[in-house]
């Protein structure tokens, strides 16, 4: 699976909503897009990642 | 052959700029297709022509045009089309948006729910004057001194996922210029969610004083630009300030504009 443009290995299908607590995205701060498409929050636990999927995650910080 | 002089259309059968205005002085301005000329040009067919007095105030009708002289020719008429919303209007959104109105941009919606408070003044286009005002009409009182030429519309209200459709919808760009980073992703997932024809320019990452190099312009997602150094948060101890903050603006401001003009490589 690509993960913001790096290939990274994963042993099974997992739901996004668990991929993004293992990697320790903040998901109030962020935005998913899913090969090609933004991800609405509300599916972020229905959605299963397999290793074909190519996944950008947009973390926003502070400031402005 | 037929030129443009100040903005309007003639026919001249001179071939040379000095034929046409006279020698340059100290007190004049000449400015051929955008570039501002100190000596004699030939002239072409379809050249754009402007001969600026300095001291002199024109009127309206040759006003817009010569403030516009320095654009790339053709650059204006496409701005001036094109409609920007830009939500929040700290030391990002209001610094972007005295940009895009110098730039032209004919249509801006500026949105804020605040007002401006003495901690704003040292990143933000504001000045004592406005301490208390809604940071809206403080913003739009700037703008209309800087370029009277554009329609300007304000929302004294909070950006949520409830009215962000609705606000934005219409618009060509929309410029993320909020502080807080929960505000950053509700605006940019209801945005990219909702509206699907609208392009996003966010921002993240411009607090201190660290290198201006790291500020940079990346293309995110189809429709979602994001500007910064990604990672300098504002924080205890990590003030923003206003040169990272305005190169930041300044990075938004020319996606924006490259946007407006259908470039989409960041």
Redesign the interface.
């Known amino acids: 699976m690509k993960l913001n443009g790096n290939t990274i290995i994963f042993k099974k299908e997992v739901p996004l909503i668990l991929f993004l607590q293992q990697n320790k995205y903040d998901i109030?701060?962020?935005?998913v897009?899913l090969n090609?498409?933004?991800v609405?929050?509300a599916e972020y636990a229905g959605v299963l990642l397999s290793e074909k999927d190519s996944v950008?995650v947009?973390?926003?910080?502070?400031?402005? | 052959m037929y030129i443009k002089i100040n903005g309007q259309e003639i026919e001249t059968k001179f071939r040379y700029v000095y034929e046409l205005c006279g020698n340059i002085s100290a007190e004049k301005v000449i400015i051929l297709n955008g570039y501002q000329t100190s000596g004699d040009y030939e002239l072409s067919e379809g050249d754009e022509l402007f001969i600026i007095q300095k001291g002199v105030i024109p009127g309206q009708e040759q006003l817009e045009g010569m403030m516009a002289a320095r654009h790339t020719p053709r650059v204006h008429a496409r701005v001036k089309a094109a409609g920007v919303a830009i939500a929040g209007l700290g030391g990002l959104g209001s610094n972007v948006a005295v940009m895009l109105a110098r730039t032209g941009v004919g249509n801006l919606l500026l949105v804020d729910f605040d007002v401006v408070e003495p901690s704003n003044l040292n990143r933000q286009s504001y000045y004592i004057s406005h301490l208390g005002l809604p940071k809206t009409i403080a913003l739009e009182k700037q703008l209309k001194e800087i370029n009277p030429f554009i329609n300007i519309k304000i929302k004294n209200v909070r950006v949520t996922e409830e009215n962000a459709e609705e606000l934005f919808a219409g618009y060509d760009v929309i410029c993320e210029a909020f502080d807080n980073p929960e505000a950053k992703a509700v605006l940019v997932n209801t945005v990219l969610e909702r509206l699907h024809n609208i392009k996003v320019v966010a921002a993240s990452g411009m607090a201190g004083y660290h290198s201006s190099n790291l500020i940079r312009t990346e293309r995110k997602m189809k429709n979602l630009y994001v500007c910064g150094d990604f990672e300098n948060e504002a924080g205890t101890g990590s003030g923003l300030m206003a040169p990272r903050v305005q190169i930041c603006a300044a990075h938004q401001a020319n996606m924006v504009l490259r946007l407006l003009l259908g470039i989409e490589e960041a």
């Open positions: 109030s701060r962020i935005a897009e090609g498409d933004i609405p929050k950008e947009v973390s926003f910080v502070g400031g402005g």
